[in-house]
């Protein structure tokens, strides 16, 4: 086929502002039409797609129950999302962060798991920093073969998760199992003085919830306050203009990465010491991944990043309904996460694009 074949195809065209109207429309007319497409996918599988709608959409806020789980899934998302959009700003991808959030389970439990007759209300903050450190050094080793070696921060991240589940898997399977545990791969029960404090009587929810919130206050006055972010943001959006200014780009690396490595961390210690109460193999929830979605449709804002969390919280929760009623598979769960950051990354697309035909380019004014 000829190039002149594409002559009558348009191309994107750049614009020269975005419409702010737009840019605000783009999160949830992305959430409409992925609603939209999963309703069709499940028609084509057999399933009463209203059923599945009501399950997922709906049921999560029909109790208090139910929308007290979405708050408890809010946080760990939140908090990953708020860590991974800093360096997102900055052009760093660390798509690493289920890896983090492992090592951040694992550096926690530790201290229950070795000092399982310690009590005092300094054990649960001392899990969560040490969980926190866990997640940044395990993200270092990436900024390391990044700014060192120029490896891509994007497969490295993303194979040293692998890394991290199997020595999750070696822990429980090994050294950390639990010798009464019936042969299961999960570590003992952590003490009362290892769980962090409860924040609504009658659920779940802890004061994790609370240290997300916090964190997302951070992350605003960091990003948008502060000369250190400031200086992120610059790098990510013009880095030749930036290395001319003097910025580092090594700097921003290593602590684009370390900022998402801690926050990741302190998620999956949080984890642990909240809703678990020990470690397990299912600590692995694929929290770090969505979270990169998260992070997208809030549109790596803080503010935006609080509602996009709350959103994937539902469709976590609502996920697990709908399995159970409308007998829908994981993998159509997992679909849906995925094409709502599809369609959201195509409308954002258009708010930062146009189509320009052909004819249009080559018309002149008379």
């Given at each position: 086929m000829s190039i002149s074949a594409f002559a009558f195809l348009p191309s994107l065209v750049r614009r020269e502002r975005a419409s702010l109207a737009a840019t605000l429309l783009a999160p949830p007319g992305a959430l409409l039409v992925a609603i939209v497409l999963n309703l069709g996918l499940y028609m084509v599988m057999g399933r009463n797609p209203l059923a599945v709608l009501h399950a997922m959409v709906l049921e999560p806020f029909l109790s208090w129950a139910s929308f007290s789980e979405v708050l408890l899934k809010t946080g760990p998302l939140l908090l990953i999302a708020q860590g991974l959009a800093i360096g997102f700003r900055a052009k760093v991808f660390n798509i690493g962060a289920e890896g983090q959030f492992i090592l951040g389970a694992i550096f926690a439990s530790a201290i229950p798991i070795w000092f399982p007759q310690a009590t005092g209300g300094w054990i649960w903050p001392a899990m969560l920093?040490?969980?926190?450190?866990?997640?940044?050094?395990?993200?270092?080793?990436?900024?390391?073969?990044?700014?060192?070696?120029?490896?891509?921060?994007?497969?490295?991240?993303?194979?040293l998760s692998l890394v991290a589940a199997q020595f999750l898997y070696y822990l429980l399977l090994g050294p950390w199992k639990d010798p009464n545990g019936f042969n299961f791969p999960q570590s003992v029960m952590f003490q009362y003085d290892a769980m962090v404090p409860t924040l609504i009587t009658g659920t779940r929810v802890n004061v994790s919830l609370l240290i997300a919130l916090a964190f997302s206050v951070a992350a605003w006055v960091f990003m948008q306050k502060s000369f250190m972010g400031y200086k992120l943001q610059v790098g990510g959006l013009a880095p030749r203009a930036a290395g001319y200014a003097g910025f580092n780009e090594g700097w921003a690396?290593?602590?684009?990465?370390?900022?998402?490595?801690?926050?990741?961390g302190l998620a999956g210690a949080a984890e642990v010491a909240g809703p678990l109460g020990q470690l397990q193999r299912s600590i692995s929830t694929g929290y770090g991944y969505a979270a990169i979605i998260v992070a997208y449709l809030g549109g790596l804002h803080p503010i935006g990043i609080v509602i996009s969390s709350l959103v994937m919280a539902v469709i976590y929760i609502g996920g697990d309904n709908a399995m159970v009623s409308a007998n829908l598979p994981i993998a159509a769960v997992r679909v849906f996460q995925g094409s709502l950051l599809l369609t959201y990354l195509i409308a954002v697309g258009f708010v930062r694009y146009r189509l320009e035909w052909p004819h249009a380019a080559r018309r002149s004014p008379s």
């Open positions: 920093l040490l969980g926190a450190i866990g997640g940044a050094l395990w993200a270092s080793l990436t900024a390391f073969w990044r700014v060192r070696l120029n490896a891509n921060e994007i497969l490295v991240s993303l194979m690396i290593w602590l684009s990465l370390l900022i998402g490595g801690f926050a990741a």
